[in-house]
Each structure stands twice: as structure tokens, then as C-alpha cells.
């Protein structure tokens, strides 16, 4: 590793960026929805924990059917969540922590209600070129509009395309029909972007988090998909590396801490996105390893976790990117996912075990890592028993998808609690009152039962938490150069159910070794080493216990 890279993974490598959705996190005026004056308050708390960046969803202007993904004025801030001068105020509060501000933009797509597409609608020809439209059939009529211009799925189900009587158009929308792709290929709609982000620079945001950023660019030619939904033409697609380079220059955003959500991309594009030398981003989020119980890459259908291709998946990312100069966010849970201790582990037998055996294998890895809101505390799966009780578009609708695909109701509602966004996106459990400590009215949405024992008061009070853990797994990053920069190297394990790679630099090595089983399974030998932490104590281990999460040193 060349010195420079070194110096890069070394800074990169020490930090740890908190997740907040900002709808569940904490709210100030006791209308059942978190806002910006309501992190404020909580910002000792994370101090205390030792984030140094935090990541807030989006706060802009936004008629909510995406929750907040659907932007209709970037440069602005939702009443629901509060004023510039509540925004400003968490700017130089989080400053004065020496806490970042990531915040999350969403430039694949706007709202419909977004200025730019209603001047589209009227016909306004500078507007129409801000996104994709494509004439219709000169007969087309609104009951009968003809074909779409391909046959592409949106990631909420349904056809891409909507159809626009009065323009006698169809428009792109690969998410919410609420949601219309722009059009990177316009220089002018470039320009716009790196406006906001010059715009937000100025009010002391110094991180950005992308959207579903390598979507970006379309192809030049609208083809249908007899083999998939569509995502192979536009995933990865032909200008996307060219045009953030545009918006990093333009934008001004060169060597902040910047991370992009890639949406079914390549270990070779993510090199490109996230090696330095190309002015692109500084790191790159995948999702390979969150669709290991996914029953031939079907979210929508369930299975146990493949935790041997689990561990495959862990290893090419981690080794191939490390080789090419690139940067991985390491990540189990965001607003988009369950929660994974309930997911990938076993939280009714072994809840403290699970939830830090996730957080440990993930922390000492290459990369940086993500904390999402309540994963410190070791939040789970939400304990639903109605479709009534979901607020999310995506599994509102496919609990109905489900159904016409030839699923029970009954079957259909055991997946989407499975499955649904809700499972992590309700309020952080602060104490064991009946509202969690995250409201004084009625929350926005429901609060799992188990906020009574698994919540911050009770865990900032116990020493052996699984909050407790997450600050030693951070202090360990911030002191030690072996997990900042060292090199990684997967090893093989006498048990597929383990999880297990090396960490090297200089003279030292560590060995983490972690069982995804609810039995004992067989250790490697670690002959002259320090346990550096483990989640059943500082003991070695001749066997791995259940969900066991154990690392070694050697100095």
C-alpha cells in the first residue's frame, strides 16, 4: 500500500458515521415526528458514544410518499422537521462536538411536486428537458395511452413509466410515480445540482451521502428487458463515473467525507467510485450481502441466511477493494433494512450475542463503519400484527403485489414483516416510558414492546450493554492503526458458520473470529495472542460459542 494510500485509510479508517432517520429519531414539539431541534438535543448523547459524522435523511420540502426521498425544493427545510434557523443552529452545535453533518441528497430523482417537474407539466420546454420524457403513440389517448417505452419495473412494483395526458409524454420514474428521474444528460440539470451542494457547503455541511447515486445515467437508447426488470441498462450506467466527477469538481466537494449508494453495482465500479485518484467519491455503499436470504435474489420471498455466501461476499469486497485502492462503508442496517440482529441472528435466545456479534464483525473490518440509529442499543425487529400498522409505500404495496401473485394474506403479511422498511425505521427507543422518551404526543408510527428493557437510559447505565460494546468497538478504531489501515485477509474457518479474516500492518496482526450459529463451532487456534474484546468476556476460546464474536492480537 503506497504511502499515500495508507495516509488516505488511516483518516478514513478512524471514523464512524451515525445514521439518523430523522422522523424517528427524536422529537422536540411533541408532534409524534423527530426534528432538527430534537437532534440537537441529543447530540451530548452521541458525543458520548464518539461518532464523528452524522448522517441525516433528508429534511427538504417533501410531500412524504417516500418519506422525505421525494425532494420538491432542495434548498429548503420541511415545516415537519423545522426551520433554516433550526438547521443552523444543529450546524454549529454539532460543530462545537466536533461532530460532521452528512447530509443525504437524492439527485436520481425529485418529487412530482418538485418546481421543476410542475414546469414541465405546463409545458415549459427548459423543464421538460430536466427529466426523462419520451413521446407517446401520436393516437394515445389517457384510457388508452398505448405501450410505455420499455418494459422496465419500478423498485416499488409496477411498470417505470407513467403517462401524461396533457403532454402526451411518458415519464421515467424507477421508484414512486410520485418520484420522476431527472436527466443527468442536460448539463444544465448538472449545474443545478452542484448548486445545492455549494448551497449546503456554505451552511456548514461538510458530508454528503448520495441516493441511489449510480443510477444516474441512462442509456442512450430505451431498450425493454425480456431478462429482468430493466436494471441492466441502467445501473452503472454509461456516464455515471464521468458526471460525478463533474459534481465532486463543481460542487466543490473534493476530499470531503462523501459516500454513494450503489443500487446492484460491481466491485469493479465501486474501485472506480471510491479509489482517491479519481476524484469520484470516498467510499461506496453495496447491498451483495444483504440479499443472502434472499430465495434467488427475491426480496420478497424468505429463507435462512447463506451464511457460506455470506462470508464469500465478505471476503471479494473487502479483498478486492482494498487491492484496487477502494473504500468500503461497512453496514448492516439503515432506514432501508430490518433490523439484522433479528435478520441474520437470533434475538429471542441470544439478543445480546447476536446484536454485538453483527456490530464486531463489521467494525473490525476494512472500511467505515455505519451505525444506525438504536443498532448501538441493539434494537429489533418490529413486533407488528397488522398491515394497517406499515406506513412505508414499498411494503404497503406489496403486501397487495404478494397477493395477486398468488400468496395468502396471511403468508403475504409474514414477508413484509420480514422484510418492510418499518422494521427499522420506528423511534429510537430513549427510555421505558410508553412513548420511548421520543415523543410527548402520538408517534408517527408504532414502538416494538420491548423498548422496556432495551433502550439508551437503561444501557448508558450498564456497563455490559450492547451500547457499552459499540463504544469500545469505536475506541478501538480511534486508537489503533491496525483496524484504521491495516491490510485484511479472509481465512478459512473448520466450520462454514464462521466468519473469519486477519487485519495485518507492520509487526501486527488480528485475528476476529465470529460465529453466525446458534451452536458451537470449532476455533482457530490463536497461540500467543491477546483477546483485544469479544462478546462473551476477554477469555480465549477453545470453541466458538453460540453467536460468539471474539478478536485477537498480536503486537
Known amino acids: 500500500m503506497s504511502t499515500s494510500f495508507f495516509e488516505r485509510d488511516k483518516n478514513m479508517g478512524s471514523k464512524v458515521v451515525y445514521q439518523i432517520y430523522i422522523r424517528s429519531f427524536q422529537d422536540a414539539n411533541g408532534d409524534g415526528i423527530g426534528d432538527l431541534r430534537g437532534i440537537t438535543s441529543r447530540l451530548d448523547y452521541l458525543q458520548e458514544l464518539g461518532i464523528d459524522y452524522m448522517w441525516i435523511?433528508?429534511?427538504?420540502?417533501?410531500?412524504?410518499?417516500?418519506?422525505?426521498?421525494?425532494?420538491?425544493?432542495?434548498?429548503?427545510?420541511?415545516?415537519?422537521?423545522?426551520?433554516?434557523?433550526?438547521?443552523?443552529?444543529?450546524?454549529?452545535?454539532?460543530?462545537?462536538?466536533?461532530?460532521?453533518l452528512m447530509l443525504d441528497m437524492v439527485f436520481n430523482h425529485t418529487s412530482t411536486e418538485h418546481e421543476w417537474f410542475q414546469r414541465a407539466l405546463a409545458g415549459?420546454?427548459?423543464?421538460?428537458?430536466?427529466?426523462?420524457?419520451?413521446?407517446?403513440?401520436?393516437?394515445?389517448?389517457?384510457?388508452?395511452?398505448?405501450?410505455?417505452?420499455?418494459?422496465?419495473?419500478?423498485?416499488?412494483?409496477?411498470?417505470?413509466?407513467?403517462?401524461?395526458?396533457?403532454?402526451?409524454?411518458?415519464?421515467?420514474?424507477?421508484?414512486?410515480?410520485?418520484?420522476?428521474?431527472?436527466?443527468?444528460?442536460?448539463?444544465?440539470?448538472?449545474?443545478?445540482?452542484?448548486?445545492?451542494?455549494?448551497?449546503?457547503?456554505?451552511k456548514g455541511v461538510n458530508a454528503f451521502r448520495f441516493d441511489v447515486v449510480n443510477l444516474i445515467s441512462k442509456p442512450a437508447e430505451?431498450?425493454?428487458?425480456?431478462?429482468?426488470?430493466?436494471?441492466?441498462?441502467?445501473?452503472?450506467?454509461?456516464?455515471?463515473?464521468?458526471?460525478?466527477?463533474?459534481?465532486?469538481?463543481?460542487?466543490?466537494?473534493d476530499g470531503l467525507m462523501t459516500v454513494g449508494e450503489m443500487s446492484s453495482t460491481s466491485i469493479d465500479n465501486c474501485i472506480r467510485y471510491s479509489n482517491p485518484g479519481r476524484h469520484e467519491l470516498g467510499m461506496t455503499f453495496s447491498f451483495h450481502h444483504l440479499k443472502v436470504d434472499y430465495p434467488g435474489g427475491d426480496k420478497w420471498s424468505l429463507m435462512d441466511p447463506n451464511i457460506p455466501a455470506l462470508c464469500r461476499l465478505f471476503r471479494d469486497w473487502q479483498e478486492k477493494m482494498s487491492a484496487g485502492g477502494g473504500?468500503?462503508?461497512?453496514?448492516?442496517?439503515?432506514?432501508?433494512?430490518?433490523?439484522?440482529?433479528?435478520?441474520?441472528?437470533?434475538?429471542?435466545?441470544?439478543?445480546?450475542?447476536?446484536?454485538?456479534?453483527?456490530?464486531?464483525?463489521?467494525?473490525?473490518?476494512?472500511?467505515?463503519?455505519?451505525?444506525?440509529?438504536?443498532?448501538?442499543?441493539?434494537?429489533?425487529?418490529?413486533?407488528?400484527?397488522?398491515?394497517?400498522?406499515?406506513?412505508?409505500?414499498?411494503s404497503v404495496n406489496y403486501y397487495r403485489i404478494l397477493q395477486e401473485r398468488g400468496r395468502s394474506a396471511q403468508e403475504s403479511f409474514d414477508i413484509v414483516h420480514a422484510r418492510s422498511r418499518d422494521d427499522g425505521r420506528y423511534p429510537m427507543a430513549w427510555d421505558n416510558t410508553e412513548t420511548a422518551g421520543f415523543t410527548t404526543g402520538t408517534p408517527w408510527i408504532g414502538i416494538p414492546a420491548n423498548h422496556a428493557y432495551i433502550n439508551a437510559k437503561d444501557e448508558m447505565a450498564d456497563a455490559g450493554s450492547v451500547r457499552s460494546f459499540v463504544k469500545r468497538l469505536i475506541a478501538l478504531r480511534k486508537e489503533m492503526p491496525l483496524i484504521q489501515a491495516g491490510d485484511v485477509r479472509f481465512v478459512d474457518s473448520p466450520s462454514d458458520k464462521v466468519i473469519a479474516y486477519e487485519r495485518m500492518l507492520g509487526d501486527e496482526r488480528m485475528l476476529v473470529q465470529c460465529n453466525f450459529s446458534g451452536e458451537e463451532q470449532p476455533a482457530l487456534p490463536a497461540e500467543g495472542a491477546n483477546v483485544l474484546i469479544g462478546n462473551y468476556g476477554d477469555a480465549g476460546a477453545v470453541v466458538l460459542r453460540p453467536w460468539e464474536a471474539i478478536a485477537y492480537v498480536w503486537r
Open 222 to 253: 430505451w431498450e425493454s428487458d425480456y431478462e429482468g426488470d430493466g436494471r441492466r441498462f441502467y445501473t452503472d450506467g454509461p456516464h455515471v463515473h464521468e458526471y460525478l466527477q463533474e459534481l465532486v469538481r463543481e460542487g466543490g466537494i
Open 327 to 394: 473504500w468500503n462503508a461497512l453496514f448492516w442496517s439503515n432506514h432501508d433494512q430490518p433490523r439484522p440482529n433479528s435478520r441474520f441472528a437470533d434475538t429471542e435466545g441470544y439478543w445480546f450475542e447476536s446484536s454485538t456479534l453483527l456490530l464486531a464483525c463489521t467494525h473490525l473490518m476494512r472500511g467505515t463503519p455505519y451505525i444506525y440509529q438504536g443498532e448501538e442499543l441493539g434494537q429489533t425487529i418490529m413486533d407488528f400484527t397488522s398491515i394497517d400498522q406499515y406506513r412505508d409505500v414499498e
Open 124 to 202: 415549459d420546454p427548459k423543464y421538460l428537458a430536466y427529466y426523462k420524457f419520451v413521446d407517446a403513440a401520436p393516437d394515445a389517448t389517457a384510457e388508452n395511452p398505448g405501450e410505455p417505452p420499455t418494459n422496465w419495473e419500478s423498485k416499488f412494483g409496477g411498470n417505470a413509466w407513467e403517462y401524461v395526458p396533457s403532454l402526451n409524454k411518458w415519464y421515467l420514474h424507477l421508484f414512486d410515480v410520485t418520484q420522476a428521474d431527472l436527466d443527468w444528460d442536460n448539463p444544465e440539470v448538472r449545474s443545478e445540482l452542484a448548486d445545492v451542494l455549494r448551497f449546503w457547503r456554505s
Open 57 to 100: 435523511t433528508p429534511f427538504f420540502p417533501s410531500p412524504q410518499n417516500d418519506n422525505g426521498y421525494d425532494v420538491s425544493d432542495y434548498r429548503a427545510i420541511e415545516p415537519l422537521f423545522g426551520t433554516m434557523n433550526d438547521f443552523e443552529e444543529l450546524s454549529r452545535e454539532a460543530a462545537a462536538r466536533g461532530i460532521g
